[in-house]
């Protein structure tokens, strides 16, 4: 069968019509797409950077608090100024070696330490704050001056986290690793901190906070979600080191997944989410939007220079939703 050729024209000017329409729609639906999955990963890039931000500002709360509630207390410092003197070594062996078994009943040393005045003023510090999970002071030497409870032992001078307060009698705002405290029974941040008595250090005090209490505080306990209508996030708080140390995980049909801290690493952590340094959000290969920003912490807090690990909160959703 012959097309005539007004057929032939009719087709041509069709197509020529079509083809930039086409082309105009692919382009509005690709770049529509691009645009609402910029948009979306900017949504979860600004709440990581907001929870973040509400985490730092309420850690530091916590610190500025405690410090002016210790520092700030003339009879802690008045007791501590007095002990000059250190401990015998063979002494500290001593009283090691009898710590793990005593009790309040059997150690006068242990009724000294956790009823004195200064134990007595630690733990109202502690009762007014569900945070806390315990405190400890020790004299300049690192032994043990008071507490809200029993501690694992005595002499604290040996431990890291009392050298990275004392700082070589400098004095330093020091927060160690996230790790298991025995003496509190949980996975804890620690906020060790140094007692002065003029510019002159003279004991060295330890917060210890739980963990998921405070994220919790944070939020109010409520789910973080994404978007319109919202979708369930998950929360993780990441170690410069990619080791995660708390994560509320809701990837499982929404339902919250119980993790051990530090028993994971969080996946592909390299590149700009692993420098810690900016927020962000990416893709990752196994189908999630992750959005991601640093914890801020002042650089000093009184007289005393504050030294935080690198942390990093992540907040993940799957990508299909």
Same mark, same amino acid.
């Not at 709360?61 to 250190?86: C, N, W």
């Not at 963990?211 to 998950?234: L, M, N």
């Not at 530090?262 to 989410?273: T, V």
């Not at 650089?299 to 005393?304: E, H, K």
């Given at each position: 069968?012959?097309?005539?050729?007004?057929?032939?024209?009719?087709?041509?000017?069709?197509?020529?019509?079509?083809?930039?329409?086409?082309?105009?729609?692919? !382009?509005? +639906?690709?770049?529509?797409? %691009? $645009?609402?999955? #910029?948009?979306?990963?900017?949504?979860?890039? !600004?709440?990581?950077?907001?929870? &973040?931000?509400?985490? @730092?500002?309420?850690?530091?709360?916590?610190?500025?608090?405690?410090?002016?509630?210790?520092?700030?207390?003339?009879?802690?410092?008045?007791?501590?100024?007095?002990?000059?003197?250190?401990?015998?070594?063979?002494?500290?062996? !001593?009283? #090691?070696?009898?710590?793990?078994?005593?009790?309040?009943?059997?150690?006068?040393?242990?009724?000294?330490?956790?009823?004195?005045?200064?134990?007595?003023?630690?733990?109202?510090?502690?009762?007014?704050?569900?945070?806390?999970?315990?405190?400890?002071?020790?004299?300049?030497?690192?032994?043990?001056?008071?507490?809200?409870?029993? !501690?694992?032992?005595? $002499?604290?001078?040996?431990?890291?986290? *009392?050298?990275?307060?004392?700082?070589?009698?400098?004095?330093? /705002?020091?927060?160690?690793?996230?790790? $298991?405290?025995?003496?509190?029974?949980? *996975?804890?941040?620690?906020?060790?901190?140094?007692?002065?008595?003029?510019? %002159?250090?003279?004991?060295?005090?330890?917060?210890?906070?739980?963990?998921?209490? *405070?994220?919790?505080?944070?939020?109010?306990?409520?789910?973080? +979600?994404?978007? +319109?209508?919202?979708?369930?996030?998950?929360?993780?708080?990441?170690?410069?080191?990619?080791?995660?140390?708390?994560?509320?995980? =809701?990837? =499982?049909?929404? %339902?919250?997944?119980?993790? #051990?801290?530090?028993?994971?690493?969080?996946?592909?952590?390299?590149?700009?989410?692993?420098?810690?340094?900016?927020? @962000? *959000?990416?893709? +990752?290969?196994?189908?999630?939007?992750?959005?991601?920003?640093?914890?801020?912490?002042?650089?000093? /807090?009184?007289?005393?220079?504050?030294?935080?690990?690198?942390?990093?909160?992540?907040?993940?959703?799957? &990508?299909?939703?």
């Amino acid at each position: 069968m012959r097309i005539g050729i007004r057929t032939k024209l009719l087709v041509l000017l069709v197509a020529v019509a079509l083809l930039p329409l086409i082309v105009a729609l692919v !382009t509005i +639906t690709v770049g529509g797409r %691009q $645009f609402s999955t #910029e948009r979306y990963g900017q949504e979860i890039s !600004t709440a990581a950077s907001l929870q &973040a931000m509400s985490l @730092g500002v309420s850690l530091s709360k916590e610190i500025e608090k405690f410090y002016i509630a210790i520092q700030y207390e003339p009879g802690v410092v008045k007791v501590l100024a007095a002990r000059d003197e250190p401990l015998d070594p063979a002494a500290i062996d !001593t009283i #090691e070696a009898a710590w793990v078994d005593s009790t309040i009943e059997s150690s006068v040393l242990l009724r000294e330490v956790l009823d004195n005045n200064i134990s007595q003023r630690l733990d109202l510090i502690k009762k007014e704050d569900p945070l806390i999970a315990e405190i400890l002071v020790t004299d300049r030497y690192g032994a043990l001056v008071a507490a809200t409870q029993k !501690t694992s032992d005595y $002499f604290q001078g040996d431990e890291d986290w *009392w050298k990275g307060a004392w700082c070589g009698g400098n004095g330093c /705002i020091y927060t160690p690793p996230v790790s $298991f405290d025995e003496s509190a029974n949980l *996975w804890s941040i620690d906020v060790c901190m140094p007692i002065r008595d003029g510019k %002159q250090v003279v004991g060295v005090a330890k917060l210890v906070l739980d963990i998921s209490a *405070w994220v919790k505080r944070r939020t109010g306990g409520r789910v973080a +979600t994404i978007g +319109t209508p919202p979708i369930a996030a998950s929360v993780m708080l990441v170690r410069r080191s990619g080791e995660i140390f708390y994560i509320d995980d =809701h990837s =499982h049909n929404g %339902q919250s997944v119980s993790v #051990e801290p530090l028993s994971s690493k969080a996946g592909q952590w390299y590149g700009e989410i692993a420098f810690g340094v900016n927020p @962000g *959000w990416r893709f +990752t290969d196994d189908g999630m939007m992750q959005g991601f920003a640093p914890l801020n912490m002042p650089d000093r /807090i009184g007289p005393n220079r504050v030294t935080m690990p690198s942390w990093s909160l992540v907040m993940c959703v799957p &990508a299909s939703e």
